[in-house]
């Protein structure tokens, strides 16, 4: 069973940076794509960003292109999520997500959680 562990969350100010990370426990080469997804209170689970193996496709939501990026070490079976220019709206549970073959932005294509991190950016 693969397991996949955030870390990174916290409390910032708005406009402040935060890098989040998920290990996971498996080499990431069987888990092509990896992504973040979101969840605010009362809302429903949003994607945010994912790339593949190799980088070769990663897909952004509008509402963070241009403030987070998303990458991979794939030698430490590990993924990041720097996010900067953070606003009082990214305030949310992020989860890492990870298969060997899904969907970029389509959470239910995705077998793997992580138990998620709290992202809290006060304004």
């Known amino acids: 069973q693969v397991q996949l562990v955030e870390s990174g969350g916290g409390l910032v100010q708005a406009r402040g940076s935060l890098r989040l990370s998920c290990a996971a426990s498996e080499y990431t080469l069987h888990l092509s794509v990896m992504g973040w997804f979101r969840q605010a209170p009362g809302k429903e689970r949003e994607f945010v960003a994912a790339?593949?193996?190799?980088?070769?496709?990663?897909a952004y939501a509008d509402s963070v292109k241009g403030r987070f990026t998303i990458s991979r070490d794939n030698a430490k079976n590990s993924m990041f999520l720097q996010m900067n220019s953070l606003k009082p709206e990214d305030t949310a549970v992020y989860y890492c997500?990870?298969?060997?073959?899904?969907?970029?932005?389509?959470?239910?294509?995705?077998?793997?959680w992580g138990q998620g991190t709290q992202v809290t950016v006060s304004s």
């Open positions: 790339t593949t193996y190799t980088g070769g496709s990663t």
């Open positions: 997500a990870a298969d060997w073959r899904a969907e970029l932005a389509t959470d239910s294509s995705y077998k793997f």
